[in-house]
């Protein structure tokens, strides 16, 4: 195995292959404080890319209530299970990756999932206390919370698929970093359904290859945002590029709300992919919770989150959400507006940062009308 290194566990790593980072990577913000479970964003990612024949089971974008709902099931506990006690307190992470607990002969210590895991796409759905009756697989008693968790492929900078497929089917774009399956290559092995730690390749029955999210490849191609990012109800997700830490540009809202104020965590950092989804954790689940999850520094992510309207450039990052359908590339805060450019640099949006209040006469001369205000 290679050493690279991983910045997300602040140390170097084994890994299958050298590492060699994309020149631009793919990246998306998503924040749990907002998303409602609507599932708009399942639905545009299932019509746009998976409603074949084999395709049928597969949610590429999945929403899964936590801490009981796992699409497939049990996904994440299992292999936290595997891979043993892990302390994610620290800056630097000493416990095993998934690459260096992988077993004997193997590049990545995995599971492959029963087919009947993949049954329920949200099985414990709204369920904040673990009553439901089919199909429960953590039955952990706790205080009561839960909150949504929406999830795409990572694309990730050290992807466990890509390490564990043996024909060499999987690549990582250099241009920006997307991880796709060569339908050609792929002979349906599944190693890499087994390899991946978050469960986001799928085996089609029907064409007997492995399928997974592209990325909406075409449309980042044209300077547009992925489908389950603009068509987001809530507004929870922004998709663009992300930088290393020591390239961090302060005009970019992605390196913003990550590498500066340092709210956007990856999800589960210890398997050592280095994940790009990044997730504003949700501030009223306990932080003991979200520190296996999202790995260290949540608390102060919370902490600075919830002050975010004393941060004039975290606040205008943030506004920027669903603001338009192309990928921001930089953004600047003037006064009390948030303004967001492309790579060339031309205007895409421009978001007052305080909803500007009205407040009308109660009784109306010229028109002779009583009004209501609401707030
Ligand atoms: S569309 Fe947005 S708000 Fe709705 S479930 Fe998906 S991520 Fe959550
Ligand atoms: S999330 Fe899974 S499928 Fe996606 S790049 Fe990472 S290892 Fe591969």
Known sequence: MAKVYNWQIGREMEYPYEGARPKKQFAMVMDLNK?????????????????GRGQEYMFWNNV??????????????????????QDVNGKVYHGKTLFEAAPEGEHVLGFLPDDMDYAHPNIGEDDSLGNMEQGAFLTLP????????????????????LGSCPRQSIYKRPEDGIVLIDQTRCR??????????????????????????VGCYPAVEQGRQTQCTITCIGKIRMQ???STPDRARADSPIDYIVHIAKIGKPLYPQFGLEPNVYYIPPVHVPPAFLGQMFGNG?????????????DKKLLGALMLFGATPQIIH????????SIG??????????????????IRAAYDEKLKVHRSNTT
């Open 330 to 337: 930089h953004y600047k805060v003037e006064g009390n507006t």
């Open 240 to 242: 663009g590029f992300i």
């Open 341 to 358: 450019y492309d790579e060339k640099g031309q205007e895409l949006a421009r978001v007052p940062m305080k909803e500007p209040i009205q």
């Open 64 to 85: 899964e209530s936590k801490p009981y709902g796992f699409y497939p099931l049990g996904w994440d506990v299992k292999i936290l299970e595997k891979l043993g006690v």
């Open 35 to 51: 998303c409602i479970a609507c599932q708009t964003c399942t639905v545009a990612c299932k019509t746009t890319w998976t409603p």
């Open 188 to 213: 349906g092995y599944r190693e890499c359904v087994k390899g991946c730690p978050y469960k986001k390749t799928f085996f089609n029955p029907m064409t007997r290859v492995s399928e997974k999210c």
């Open 142 to 161: 706790h205080m009561q919370w839960m909150y949504y968790l929406p999830r795409i492929c990572n694309h990730c900078t050290y992807p466990a698929c």
């Open 298 to 310: 949540v608390s102060e992510a919370i902490a600075t989150y919830r002050k975010a309207s004393g």
